[in-house]
Each structure stands twice: as structure tokens, then as C-alpha cells.
């Protein structure tokens, strides 16, 4: 009788344990980084960003030496991502308007297109954790 209360008793902690152990979890907050060059009027333009929860944020240059951010809004659909923004640029660009899509490339690759009032029509590509 001893030994089947043993044996019951190691089984249950095996269960307890498989139960309440801790795993990794699937859904972490992991950002999207990507770099972005573009063109308006003859400049060059380049912007960072980077996308958590469909919210991104992007820092560039535009033209005439403006810098400013930019705060995006995705749409996530299962293989392109338009989105929209509105950012506030200096050297009196004021406020700018941007929308655009990102395209997965592969599992870990994306790319993209864009267009800002400031920074002007822009290429991307990004990496995914």
C-alpha cells in the first residue's frame, strides 16, 4: 500500500509540473526594424523605422536637409501591409503625410514602397525576429 501511494504521488507531481512549467512565449514584442532611401526634387532621402504592434515609427531626412518622424499605422494583412502616417518635419517642412505597403519577401525579409510629402517616393527593406 506504501509503494502505490509513492507511485501516485510521483505522477501527480509529473502532471503538477508539465502543468504549471514555464514556457516561451510565442507572442513577444519583437520590432520590425528597416532602412529606407528615397528621392524628391534631386535629393537623396534616408529614414530608419520600425513597426511593433501595427504601429511604426520612422526618423529620416528629407529635402533641403529637413529631419523629422514620422508615426505610422499598418493595416496587417497575411502578405502585404499598406499603411498611412503623419509625421513633423524641420527647416519649415511642417507637417507631412505618408502612406505605402511592406511585402514579406521570405521569413525573415520584407520590402516596400513608400511615399512622403517631405522625403518624396522611398524603397524599404526590413528584417523580421
Request: with cysteine; proline share 5%.
Amino acid at each position: 500500500m506504501n509503494r502505490v501511494i509513492i507511485v501516485k504521488s510521483i505522477i501527480a507531481s509529473i502532471g503538477c509540473l508539465a502543468l504549471f512549467a514555464p514556457r516561451p512565449v510565442a507572442a513577444q514584442i519583437i520590432p520590425q526594424p528597416w532602412v529606407s532611401v528615397g528621392a524628391k526634387d534631386g535629393d537623396v532621402t534616408y529614414a530608419v523605422g520600425a513597426r511593433a504592434l501595427n504601429l511604426g515609427v520612422e526618423v529620416g531626412t528629407g529635402e533641403d536637409g529637413a529631419t523629422g518622424v514620422d508615426v505610422l499605422k499598418f493595416l496587417s494583412l497575411p502578405v502585404v501591409s499598406p499603411y498611412v502616417g503623419v509625421g513633423y518635419y524641420s527647416e519649415d517642412k511642417g507637417v507631412a503625410l505618408s502612406g505605402g505597403v511592406q511585402v514579406k519577401a521570405s521569413d525573415r525579409l520584407f520590402v516596400g514602397a513608400g511615399y512622403n510629402s517631405v522625403r518624396g517616393v522611398n524603397g524599404q527593406l526590413g528584417i523580421r525576429f
